[in-house]
């Protein structure tokens, strides 16, 4: 993995969630059971056809919120709420990352499906505070999740990064996709690699990977 095709890069964009930490991590697990939970007692529906429900409309709309949103015209606000009210505890610093990311020039930022709110506390208990210069969630991007491209460019306009010079670090391949046609240095970070044109690397080991770009 060559230095130079890093060269360029001024902004650094990370997902959360099995990005930031490890996906062995008991952490996402807790926000998918409160997910089926909202939709067996807001939707009436038994748990197993609420977590098919749930998972079909993550594989179609890219959220399950989203989702809910499109079919069922689901208020966002108290969802997120009560999905994101969860053991932050099973987190465990990691100074490692935290030096590896704290070694990237430019700016470093978060994008996230879930909150901001739920993004700055996973930060806090990784021992990543004081290393990103902005942290945006679903609300920043207007409530429409990633991997649609109008996300992105409510997150990238707000925050007024170049996708040319800038580099995305995501566990799910397919939020990839829009990254790499705006231009950017696209990483996939997860446990297996997934080929794709859209992906120009992957890692199962993110601060080992940004060790070597410094």
Do not use: C
Not at 75 to 93: A, W
Not at 156 to 162: A, E, K, S, Y
Not at 208 to 214: E, H, M, P, V, Y
């Amino acid at each position: 993995m060559p230095h130079d095709a890093f060269s360029h890069v001024e902004t650094w964009v990370f997902d959360l969630d099995n990005t930031l930490y490890p996906p062995a991590t008991p952490l996402f697990p807790q926000v998918s059971a409160r997910m089926t939970d909202w939709v067996m007692r807001e939707l009436g529906l038994g748990r197993d056809e609420a977590d098919e429900l749930r998972r079909r409309y993550w594989q179609i709309h890219g959220t399950t919120l989203a989702g809910l949103m499109d079919n069922h015209g689901v208020d966002p606000h108290g969802y997120l709420t009560e999905v994101h009210d969860i053991d932050f505890t099973v987190l465990e610093p990691d100074p490692g990352l935290a030096g590896a990311i704290a070694a990237l020039p430019g700016r470093r930022i978060v994008y996230t499906n879930g909150t901001a709110d739920y993004a700055r506390e996973v930060i806090a208990r990784r021992g990543l505070s004081g290393l990103f210069d902005a942290v945006y969630g679903v609300a920043e991007a207007r409530f429409r999740p990633k991997p649609e491209r109008a996300a992105f460019e409510a997150v990238f306009g707000t925050d007024g990064l170049d996708p040319a010079r800038a580099a995305m670090f995501e566990d799910d391949a397919r939020n990839l996709a829009v990254p790499h046609e705006m231009g950017m240095r696209t990483v996939h970070v997860a446990a297996e690699a997934e080929p794709a044109p859209h992906v120009h690397h992957h890692t199962d080991d993110l601060a080992d990977f940004l060790g070597r770009l410094a």
